[in-house]
């Protein structure tokens, strides 16, 4: 039972992040305006990051429990990696994009640190490499 509830929220998980990051937020961003397509993607962006922290969490539970059997150690690596993307990616790097975004607002040229478009591409880049770790997960759970 514990290796077929590994196996569902690794796919779930791996899949939501392969749907939205390629078919979510660029429909959204090519029909709505972008505040508001911004708006709805970091809504779907923190029920995604959180449901993956959780994720993570049970499955490396799940694998303790198990002896270490369940997920191996290919899978106990990209679980605890796509967790620490998550957690740098989503809660570390969005509150200094958030603040950077409202310096522009406010006519402020933000610092270095806290550049929008920076901030941005770094997390982009985190995003598709734990979509990419996810994929290893996947793979290694069948």
Not at 10 to 38: E, H, I, K, M, Q
Not at 70 to 86: D, E, K, P, T, Y
């Amino acid at each position: 039972m514990s290796k077929v509830l590994v196996r569902v929220l690794a796919a779930l998980w791996v899949g939501a992040l392969w749907c939205v990051g390629v078919l979510v937020a660029p429909t959204l961003f090519a029909t709505l305006s972008p505040a508001d397509a911004g708006m709805m993607v970091g809504k779907l962006f923190f029920g995604l990051a959180s449901f993956g922290l959780v994720a993570a969490v049970l499955m490396l539970l799940l694998d303790r429990r198990g002896g270490g059997e369940l997920l191996g150690r290919a899978g106990r690596l990209a679980a605890m990696l796509m967790a620490v993307g998550v957690g740098v990616g989503y809660f570390g790097l969005k509150p200094l994009m958030d603040h950077g975004r409202v310096l522009l607002a406010a006519g402020i040229t933000p610092p270095p640190w806290a550049d929008f478009g920076l901030l941005h591409g770094v997390s982009s880049l985190i995003y598709f490499l734990v979509a990419l770790l996810g994929l290893r997960l996947v793979a290694v759970l069948r």
